[in-house]
């Protein structure tokens, strides 16, 4: 599944090697689906994480997928493996805080500003001698027509959207791993379907598909079933257009 979203993009597994920093060998092995040298369970999924991300996938439904096909995700470790109990920590002592420094502060800071008030007189006073009420209301010249703006009349456009929207519905026999975007490239969906879930999405103009698991699903575009999709375990990409006109 990762091979065919590298493909798709039109990435190397050295433009994948540049951006996430992991050896091109590793991401060789990890596109056989083998991990033995990555170094451990923890530092695979860190490497499926970090491929899931540079190819457009979902990282965690990517590793959500790897873990379940690897025996689950690692358990916690134990805080007493990694500290020792009998170690002591010596914390600095707190203090309490400076009182006479803060009431300090405060004072002066009335004292300045009682001077200012002072100093500064009738500098609070606003003069209103020369101002006029605005009127909120537009003047209208007598006699003058009032017209009222055309309105718009409705366009056509909406109904050209609705000719070319698409719309996919996929239902999971099992539970798998779809991906979903519409033609500017934007995620309607990217994770796990669960088995016996119902999803549909609608987009104008095309429907991009990634399944990581054709034969789990199936498939209907615009009302009507995909034939022929793909076989158990076999990753599919495919793209969806709107329903073509009947010829009369």
Known sequence: MLAAARQSAGLTVAQVSAVTRIREAIIHCIERDEYGDCGGAFYARGHVRAYAKAVGLDPEAVVHLYDQQHGGAPQPMPASSVFQADR??????????????????????????????????????VRTGDMRAASARPSV???????????????????????????VRIKAKRSSYVNVHDADGRKL?????KAGKTSTWRAPNKVNVLLADAGAVTLHVNGKRVKSLGGRGEVVRRSFGPQKPQSR
């Open 88 to 125: 002591k920590i010596n914390l600095p002592e707190r203090r309490g805080p400076n009182w006479t420094m803060a009431l300090g502060v405060a004072l002066a800071i009335v004292v300045v500003f009682g001077m200012m008030r002072v100093l500064g007189g009738g500098g609070d006073q």
């Open 141 to 167: 010249p007598p006699n003058t027509p009032l017209t009222e703006t055309p309105r718009p009349s409705p366009s056509n456009a909406a109904a050209k959207n609705a000719k070319n929207m698409v719309t």
């Open 189 to 193: 969906f990217a994770g796990t379907l």
